[in-house]
């Protein structure tokens, strides 16, 4: 058998050593071949490229949305290298750093109080202080039953206002609750529990 048959066929392109597939190139380059109509390798997007390809632009006042993956809260999300797997950064924080706001250490806040949106005029920096306080201000706050530490529900605190009101001791109230003498106290003066009349 002539020797030029044992020999293993390799890529034609220059620099490329990998075994033939078929058309004279590898698999690589074969399928970019077929995918794209070139062998060349596609230029990298530079991060706002990738980042305003995803946006739904509109005019300078209202909300710029982004139209690819969300979180579980609505955030918009994205992987800064580009890569498939891995971890992801909000969409929001990667607009105020294209914006030329660097948010090391800060929280990116909404003024428009909507999740998706990342136009920069309605993006804020604040600290995680500003935040839960810009949170509570908005009501989007998780208050009474819907809190995780909640121990008590609407009924309850509004049973333990109207038998406070009628002369029942707050300790009394706070044993049978299982819950604090202050606790009582906070919410028969109106310091907890504010949500509900």
């Not at 077929?34 to 209202?62: C, H, I, M, N, Y």
């Not at 982004?66 to 579980?72: D, K, R, V």
Request: glycine share 10%; charged share 25%.
């Amino acid at each position: 058998m002539p020797a030029k048959y044992n020999t293993p066929r390799l890529c034609s392109l220059d620099g490329c050593s990998r075994p033939h597939k078929g058309r004279g190139l590898c698999e690589m380059h074969l399928g970019r071949l077929k995918r794209t109509g070139t062998t060349d390798a596609p230029a990298k997007q530079t991060l706002a490229d990738r980042f305003w390809a995803k946006v739904d632009k509109r005019s300078p006042d209202e909300c710029w949305e982004w139209t690819a993956a969300l979180n579980e809260h609505g955030y918009g999300v994205m992987r800064p290298e580009g890569q498939r797997t891995g971890p992801t950064i909000k969409a929001h924080r990667v607009s105020v750093l294209l914006d030329g706001r660097a948010p090391e250490g800060l929280c990116v806040l909404h003024r428009c109080d909507n999740p998706p949106c990342v136009n920069p005029s309605h993006l804020f920096l604040g600290t995680k202080a500003d935040n839960a306080a810009d949170r509570d201000a908005k009501g989007r706050g998780n208050t009474g039953e819907v809190n995780g530490q909640a121990r008590l529900t609407v009924a309850q605190v509004l049973q333990i206002r109207a038998r406070a009101a009628a002369g029942e001791l707050q300790r009394v109230l706070a044993a049978e609750y299982g819950i604090s003498r202050p606790t009582v106290s906070r919410i028969v003066n109106g310091h907890g529990w504010t949500h509900i009349a």
